[in-house]
């Protein structure tokens, strides 16, 4: 079945510092959709960032991911850390487009912007 | 905008006993509907999807036996957790999104102690 791998536990860093957390997945869909989720502490995980187009660079709130299917990625930068960007993060999988598919979330990584 | 309002928050349910939770999507048509669990150390796990007018598709390892769910409308569904145990501790998570949308609106999600 589909599975994603992401950097586990807990990744400390420093304000103004670049954040860079890995994704990579597995799956036998051609044109699989990959997401960014973040969620801070007792809120719901919300949508951070997503793509379906092979090497298109996507970007919002300064975050920004590429999906390389030759390397099955979808790596999260950010250039400049922000206290505010502490929390956790799950990097996400879905087979298509339609209503109904199912996600497969990544362990989920804890990202801790100390100053 | 859209919101998934989730609840209860926690709920303490004594074992063999059951326990519902509730999901109301606000904002947007929730189309589908998918329960997911996070037990402790791990990530989010699809207990099953919910489409309008299609049958309930649960996953492996979980069944309708033992988690019935109900999706009336396009606004409400509920899951309930039968027989509860202490395997069944954990986060369970709402996730809602509108037909040909690819973003996933989540609830706060329920947290289910065993004693």
């Known amino acids: 079945g589909d599975s994603v791998t992401q950097t586990e536990g807990l990744v400390t860093l420093t304000e103004g510092l670049p954040v860079m957390l890995n994704c990579t997945y597995q799956?036998?869909?051609?044109?699989?959709?990959l997401f960014w989720y973040v969620q801070h502490l007792n809120e719901s995980p919300r949508l951070l960032l997503k793509?379906?187009?092979?090497?298109k660079r996507t970007e919002h709130q300064g975050f920004h991911a590429t999906l390389h299917k030759s390397s099955s990625s979808f790596h999260l930068q950010k250039s400049s850390a922000q206290l505010s960007d502490s929390a956790l993060y799950y990097c996400?999988?879905?087979?298509?487009?339609?209503?109904?598919?199912?996600?497969?979330f990544g362990i989920g990584t804890r990202v801790l912007v100390r100053p | 905008g859209a919101l998934v309002y989730q609840y209860p928050r926690r709920t303490i349910c004594k074992s063999g006993t059951s326990m519902r939770m509730e999901c109301q999507a606000v904002?947007?048509?929730?189309?589908?509907v998918a329960w997911y669990r996070q037990s402790p150390q791990k990530t989010f796990e699809l207990i099953a999807l919910?489409?309008?007018?299609?049958?309930?598709?649960?996953e492996q390892n979980f069944t309708q036996e033992k988690f019935p769910i109900s999706h009336p409308n396009l606004s409400f569904s509920s899951m309930t957790v039968l027989n509860a145990y202490l395997e069944d501790r954990g986060l369970y998570l709402c996730?809602?999104?509108?037909?040909?949308?690819?973003?996933?609106?989540f609830g706060k999600g329920t947290r289910l102690t065993v004693v």
């Open positions: 996400a999988l879905s087979a298509s487009n339609s209503a109904g598919n199912k996600l497969t």
């Open positions: 799956t036998i869909y051609s044109n699989p959709f």
């Open positions: 793509s379906f187009t092979d090497n």
């Open positions: 904002g947007f048509q929730a189309t589908s």
């Open positions: 919910s489409t309008v007018n299609s049958a309930i598709k649960y």
């Open positions: 996730g809602a999104r509108d037909r040909g949308n690819t973003e996933v609106f």
